[in-house]
């Protein structure tokens, strides 16, 4: 099998201050780039939808040395890598028409049942069709993220309905945007992170923020549920 690619310009409503693609709109990207390779290859979210079960993203490391700005055409690749225990690996690069790389990424996806949102394995066709491929783009993206002892809290944010995913619960790309909206300074280059989406955020939901060196963690005001980790120190 080849590896799936797709040739985006980048619009204008991608961009922010000075013109580059923001990076949240870099993981938009990564979000449509592997929800067609997985309906390409045949276990897209309708078809596992039908049989009652359905993809969410656990885990992303991210590596990001430039940006594109308005206007740019840059191409963006992705490919399974295979599976370890209930994890299925997606890798994803970034380049430049002429083979400059800008970003790369890998990341860890998980099967739920809908009915009861418990992980399964992934089924065998899933491992099968990363035979052949090339491995990691990156180091892998299941390390854990460890809260630092002494934390204090971030920007606060509440989940609406534009933040919405197919399931009905916050995008990982909304909560994305939360996660490096509560560092303290905005994200620099090169960027480096490692994401942990750890739980669900549901329209209304009041989401709180706490930080430490390094590490950024929400979670759900009401109840305390953790949404998600992002660690950005260097690793």
């Known amino acids: 099998m080849k590896l ?41 979210t309708d078809a596992l939808r039908e049989q009652g079960i359905t993809w969410v993203l656990s885990r992303m490391r991210l590596s990001v ?23 299925a690996f997606r890798e994803f690069r970034v380049e430049r028409p002429g083979g400059e790389v800008l970003a790369r990424a890998s990341s860890a996806w998980l099967i739920l049942k809908l009915a009861s949102k418990r992980p399964i394995r992934p089924p065998e066709f899933v491992a099968s069709v990363a035979v052949g ?16 002892e002494r934390t204090e ?16 619960h916050a995008n990982n790309v909304a909560i994305l945007r939360w996660l490096l909206e509560a560092l ?6 090169p960027f480096e992170a490692l994401a942990d989406f750890r739980g669900e955020a549901f329209e209304g939901d009041a989401i709180v923020s706490r930080r430490g060196e390094g590490v950024v963690a929400l979670s759900v005001e009401a109840g305390g549920r953790e949404v998600a980790r992002l660690k950005t120190s260097a690793f």
């Open 133 to 148: 491929m090339p491995s990691r783009e990156i180091a892998s993206p299941t390390e854990e993220i460890d809260l630092p």
């Open 4 to 44: 799936h690619t797709e040739t985006f310009r980048i619009r204008a409503g991608e961009v922010g201050p000075g013109g580059h693609l923001r990076l949240t709109a870099l993981a938009d990207l990564f979000q449509e780039v592997a929800g067609n390779n997985a309906i390409a290859v045949g276990y897209g």
């Open 65 to 87: 040395t430039s940006l594109p700005r308005w206007g740019d055409e840059i191409v963006v690749f992705t490919w399974p890598s295979g599976i370890e225990r209930l994890w």
């Open 153 to 168: 809290p971030g920007p606060s944010f509440r989940a609406g309905r534009y933040d919405l995913d197919v399931n009905g």
């Open 184 to 189: 303290p300074e905005p994200a620099g280059l």
